[in-house]
């Protein structure tokens, strides 16, 4: 929906018209006055571009305004330069009066057109070429305002509707811990330090803002990621609650202060549009979501158009408004701004002189720019309004002050924003506290901005900033009984547009009820939109019956100073007398698990003392009626060791549930048994011992040592080898009185080490000699070998030798140098493994014999004869005597001349003799000596006579032929042959 220009602009007869200036000049300028206010103006540069150091400007900080055109000095290039003009007549009976000056050089041509229609209509020409010698060569024109005017005023362009808002500056940068620690921070919030990343710190500056009639807040932004991208999620939750407006203002300089660049620029602005844009408190002005620019002018407006377009080739798109600095001049005359950017808006208003010109200037610009260019462009106009400025605390700045003057310059720069018909408005800021422009409820300010706000806010939109406040009390239900207290929980809560002032809240007295506790304070400086005071009243009564509860008042004013007050709606409660369970009793405190007992409860009257009859109590899941004494019996038992408890959950009077007291324990029974934990301390020990068993008993269910006697089952002593159980058999409770128990069962192994095998390496032994003694021992009850790991086994008192190998005793007997015998028995043992010490010995004494051995002599040496001849047999005979105790074996050797002869073994029972005879013939005749077991003796051979010889040499002669013809016949018969030495020592083994 369209409507007409707003405010003052309606008033105003605007007209358009053209000057077309043309100069050879090096220097002209042309002041416009006279019955005509310029409102806007657009310039053209039709030709003489290149012309050196060229420049034009439309300068209205000259009165009257003027247009200036310059050029190199004595430059002669022609330049023509249009200027469409929007003007404002003053007087329809007066002239538009042009002052045109120029340089020494040629001239300088003015021809005025009027372009109230579609065309350009030509209603002036002028020149100025004179060089008086002045310098300025000065010339006046006049056109009268009626040809200005003809076919005018213009239409004044459409404009959307726009719903006016208020914006104010946010700065979502703050840690809790600067507070106190900047220098730059001298004022704290109301609210004490914060870190802007606390969600309910967000919400608290919501509701305060929109309290004050702020619909949004422009955030700060430093781009993705950084700690204000980060809070920016959490402002825009807390926004969508309560229906609050969210923007950002894009910080476009580096904290340094230099530009980014446009592809940095056009990657935030895509980040923030992508992960953004659904959000549903981020505000959008005709569907697209609406982005304040910071320091727009650190980019010219072609290069912002690339960003944008950039922007919206990746599919995303957004209304900017940039931030122009306070320079009309900047901003009136280069109309490109309007072109790129959706609205235009000041941050900054220190410094500035007459704001309320400026800001109606700049207005007008925005206003009638339509009508140069584009008849529905719109842009939208937003001027700041702040309440001072103070960076003087602030290290690096320029110490640039502005007093608030008590909220008086607050009131001058909002009534110069409110007569430049903004279409919104922005506050600077909510939170700046380095450089004290904050707005937000301060320790050095209170509510004072705040307030004021709401009235420049309330007069803007115009509307009424009101509270509505809404006062709810409630019990915690509807029945109350005597002798307790009774807890109101009052809220009071602004339902309204607008903060409640100095709100105070009070209960009205009632009977019968007596204020025994107040809640939290019941006064505060400020409740803003949405926010409660809770508190909770805590009330004694005395009386039954059924009665109001104290209403409760609130009393407050507006930021006007208007009173209003708001009361609670009645609420009720009934008292009632409660039912006390008096006396408890149980037939027995501890019982035998599985026993059966009986529960009794009583319940009366709290405040006569009198018994209830036919009274439902609800104990442990079941229900009960109380009999004619106010009394219920309840039969129970268990199978469990346990503590049984029974509570009274409820109680039933005449069909209602009722309250009830029980200053009496709750009645119950532990239900019990004896536990006998019997130990041993040696599971193996001497048959013939005692053993040792301790018998520990507790009771179950507590772990009490129990009190009373009990018996085994069997006795401690035994003298027969076996395993044998033990138990608790019988028990007497002499505290409890109970009679169930339970006991373990442990097992004593009654034992002895038995001797099963036994023996010596030898029996008997040679006398210097020694032997080995052995035994095999078991336990007797499982046959399990007593071995060196065990313990040590002791024969004839001397610790025995574990042979793993054989798997037995051994222990070596000594040497005995006499004859005798010896007994080994086991004579004791060590057993580590359970202290046996008992012996059973199977096997008995090992005997060991020492004896002489056989020993021989040799005696009574005979030879004979003494004297021989050559072949004579000599016999030569010893005595042997086996002068030991054993039967042994002898050798006897003969040796001849220190060579063995012969040798024979004989073998001799002890005591006994023989005689060992040897015979020997020899053919050499010589004297031979004779050695035989160390006795001498010696025999000489003789040669025989030479008749002997003779007969001799005849019989070898003959038994050689005889030789030599059968050796004869048997070469000639192919016998095997036979060696000349074989066959003689075959036949004369004497060769």
């Excluded at 922007?311 to 901003?331: C, F, Q, R, W």
């Excluded at 507790?698 to 009373?708: E, I, L, T």
């Excluded at 052995?774 to 046959?783: C, K, P, Q, S």
């Excluded at 004494?845 to 005696?859: D, N, T």
Aim: hydrophobic residues 40%.
């Amino acid at each position: 929906m369209l409507n007409a220009l707003k405010s003052f602009l309606p008033a105003l007869k605007v007209y358009r018209e053209l000057l077309s200036i043309t100069t050879e000049s090096d220097w002209t300028r042309i002041y416009i006055h006279g019955a005509v206010e310029v409102l806007n103006a657009k310039l053209n540069i039709k030709s003489g571009v290149d012309a050196p150091n060229l420049a034009y400007v439309l300068d209205t900080n000259t009165i009257p305004p003027s247009i200036a055109i310059g050029k190199k000095q004595f430059d002669p290039t022609k330049v023509v330069l249009q200027v469409r003009l929007i003007l404002n007549i003053t007087d329809h009976f007066g002239d538009l009066i042009l002052t045109v000056q120029k340089g020494d050089l040629r001239y300088t041509r003015v021809e005025v057109y009027n372009s109230n229609s579609a065309e350009d209509v030509p209603i002036g020409s002028f020149i100025n070429s004179i060089a008086d010698g002045t310098g300025i060569n000065t010339m006046n024109f006049t056109i009268s305002t009626s040809a200005l005017a003809e076919g005018g005023p213009l239409a004044p362009p459409g404009y959307p509707e726009i719903k006016r808002m208020v914006w104010a500056v946010y700065y979502p940068w703050y840690y809790v811990n600067q507070w106190g620690r900047d220098p730059a921070l001298i004022d704290t919030p109301l609210i004490g330090p914060y870190s802007s990343s606390e969600g309910a710190v967000i919400e608290k500056h919501i509701r305060m803002a929109k309290s004050s009639g702020i619909d949004g807040f422009i955030s700060s932004w430093w781009g993705p990621g950084s700690y204000t991208d980060k809070n920016l999620g959490l402002i825009l939750d807390a926004a969508k609650k309560y229906d609050f407006n969210v923007s950002i203002y894009l910080e476009s300089l580096t904290e340094g202060g230099e530009a980014r660049t446009l592809d940095q620029l056009t990657e935030w602005l895509i980040y923030f549009l992508r992960t953004y844009r659904n959000a549903g408190a981020l505000y959008r002005l005709n569907e697209k979501p609406v982005i304040f620019i910071w320091a727009a002018q650190s980019h010219t407006a072609s290069e912002w158009a690339k960003v944008f377009s950039d922007v919206e080739k990746s599919g995303y798109s957004a209304k900017y408004i940039a931030t122009v600095p306070m320079d009309p001049n900047h901003l009136i005359y280069d109309p490109s701004w309007m072109d790129v950017f959706d609205g235009l808006h000041n941050y900054g208003t220190v410094g500035v002189n007459k704001l309320d010109v400026i800001y109606r200037r700049l207005s007008m610009v925005i206003r009638t720019y339509p009508l140069l260019t584009n008849p529905s462009k719109f842009t939208l106009w937003a001027p700041s309004i702040s309440p001072g400025y103070d960076d003087r605390a602030v290290p690096g700045r320029k110490d640039t002050y502005q007093p608030r003057e008590d909220g008086r310059y607050y009131q001058g720069t909002f009534s110069a924003a409110w007569g430049s018909d903004p279409d919104w408005l922005l506050i600077t800021t909510w939170n700046e506290f380095p450089e004290n422009t904050h707005i937000e409820p301060s320790v050095k300010y209170g509510y004072r901005y705040l307030d004021l706000t709401a009235l420049f806010t309330s007069q803007f939109k115009g509307m009424r900033l009101s509270p509505r406040v809404v006062v709810v009390q409630w019990t915690s239900g509807d029945i109350v009984y005597l002798n307790q207290t009774m807890q109101v929980r009052v809220s009071v809560t602004n339902r309204g547009c607008g903060a409640a002032v100095n709100l105070t809240s009070n209960e009205e007295p009632s009977r019968p009820f007596i204020i025994l506790e107040d809640g939290l304070a019941k006064r505060v400086d400020r409740l803003f939109i949405g926010e409660s005071l809770n508190y909770t009243v805590t009330y004694g009564v005395k009386e039954p019956g059924r009665f109001k509860v104290p209403r409760t008042n609130a009393i407050f004013i507006d930021v006007y100073g208007n009173h209003y007050s708001a009361i609670s709606r009645p609420v009720f409660i009934e008292v009632r007398a409660r039912a006390i369970i008096d006396r408890v009793w149980v037939s027995k405190a501890r019982a035998d698990v599985g026993s059966p007992q009986t529960v009794f409860i009583h319940v009366s009257w709290e405040n006569n003392g009198s018994t209830i009859q036919n009274a439902m109590l609800h104990v442990n899941g079941s229900s009960y009626a109380t009999n004619s004494t106010g009394w219920i019996s309840i039969n129970v038992a268990s199978t469990e060791v346990g503590l049984a408890i029974w509570k009274v959950r409820g109680v039933i009077i005449n069909s209602q549930e009722w309250l009830w007291l029980q200053p009496v324990p709750d009645p119950s029974i532990i239900w019990d048994m004896v536990v006998f934990t019997l130990s041993i301390e040696d599971d193996r020990i001497n048959v013939g011992g005692t053993a040792n068993i301790k018998v520990d008993g507790r009771h179950a269910y507590d772990g009490r040592p129990f009190m009373g006697s009990y018996s085994l089952n069997d006795a401690l002593k035994r003298d027969m080898v076996g395993r044998y159980g033990y138990r608790v058999s019988v028990m007497k409770d002499e505290k409890y009185g109970l009679t169930v128990f339970k006991t373990n069962e442990v097992y004593v192994i009654f034992d002895r080490i038995k001797i099963v095998d036994g023996g010596a390496l030898r029996s008997r032994t040679n006398i210097g000699s020694s032997t080995t003694v052995r035994f095999r021992a078991v336990y007797e009850y499982d046959g399990v070998v007593f071995d060196s790991f065990k313990g040590v086994l002791y024969i004839n008192g001397s610790a025995a030798s574990w042979n793993e190998l054989e798997k037995r005793w051994e222990l070596p007997t000594g040497v005995s140098n006499e004859p005798t015998k010896r007994s080994y028995v086991v004579t004791s043992v060590h057993d580590e493994a359970y202290g046996i010490t008992v012996i059973n010995d199977a096997v008995g004494p090992i005997s060991v014999v020492w004896y002489k051995p056989a020993e021989f002599r040799v005696a009574d040496l005979r030879i004979s004869p003494t004297e021989a001849q050559i072949g004579e047999v000599v016999t030569v005979s010893v005595k042997v005597i086996n002068v030991g105790e054993e039967e042994g074996s002898y050798t006897i050797t003969l040796i001849i001349n220190d060579k063995v002869e012969d040798a024979k073994k004989v073998v001799l029972a002890g005591g006994a003799s023989t005689t060992v005879v040897f015979t020997v013939v020899k053919r050499d005749a010589e004297t031979y000596d004779i050695k035989v077991n160390g006795l001498r003796g010696s025999f000489m051979v003789k040669a025989m006579p030479w008749e002997s010889y003779a007969a001799m040499a005849v019989m070898t002669l003959t038994v050689m032929v005889v030789v030599l013809l059968i050796v004869w016949r048997r070469v000639k018969l192919g016998r095997a042959r036979i060696s000349r030495v074989s066959f003689m020592k075959r036949w004369f083994p004497s060769y």
